[in-house]
């Protein structure tokens, strides 16, 4: 057993190392590094961490990582998707527009991107590779959207970031949102940004704690899968 721990534990600190200059995972970078190579007790805590690390794992993978560096909320991406995709968004197409569907401004489409016809893409947005952009498809703007993912038939997204794999295939609205890896909203779904009392920010019980994310606006932040 303390063989296995110490052959664990120096892997799993040879990919702490492997990661270190990266901000996402500074944290866990700090945390974990911290536990003696030899200890059995170590190889458990190391254990009990494993899940918080290989999510920050899958977001130091994650392309446009960058937008989350420094968030001390989640929803604060929010924030900053419309300036983060004004800044990097340019028209270029290496995917695949059929005829017929509408693109406006810089839009970006990677490789073995579809947009069918009749879908409405005005930019700035971001698509990455191997999407699908649905006929009837409508993005407002300030979209960043992942590799893999499906924008579908009657879906409209505004100022919204999917991560790989997202999916948001049929009659969906998706506004002032996060949709994780992999995470697929059921047809219908609607992420409604603005609340009824408008002259009030959006709050939320975060524990035994109420928290004024001092958004007027705010859809929903899905975690993956």
């Known amino acids: 057993v303390l063989f296995r721990s110490v052959q664990f534990n120096a892997q799993f600190h040879s990919l702490l190392g492997s990661l270190a200059g990266s901000g996402v995972v500074a ?4 945390r974990v590094s911290r536990l003696p190579l030899a200890s059995p007790s170590a190889f458990l805590q190391g254990q009990e961490l494993i899940p918080d ?7 130091a993978q994650l392309q446009h990582r960058a937008i989350f560096e420094g968030c001390e909320k989640v929803w604060d991406v929010l924030r900053r998707i419309g300036e983060y995709v004004r800044a990097n968004a340019r028209a270029e197409i290496h995917g695949t527009v059929e005829e017929g569907a509408h693109l406006f401004g810089e839009v970006y489409i990677g490789p073995g991107t579809v947009v069918e016809a009749g879908a409405y893409v005005r930019g700035p947005c971001i698509i990455g590779k191997n999407c699908e952009v649905r006929a009837g498809a409508y993005i407002r703007g300030d979209a960043l959207i992942g590799d893999e993912c499906v924008v579908g038939n009657s879906t409209e997204l505004k100022n919204t970031m999917m991560l790989n794999g997202a999916a948001a295939p049929h009659y969906n609205y998706c506004g002032d949102s996060v949709l994780g890896n992999r995470a697929n909203l059921g047809a219908g779904t609607k992420l409604s940004n603005y609340k009824i009392a408008a002259d009030k920010t959006v709050r939320l019980r975060v524990g035994d704690e109420i928290v004024d994310t001092g958004l007027i606006k705010f859809g929903a932040i899905l975690g993956d899968d």
């Open 53 to 59: 690390f290989q999510a920050s794992l899958r977001l």
């Open 27 to 30: 944290r866990e970078v700090d």
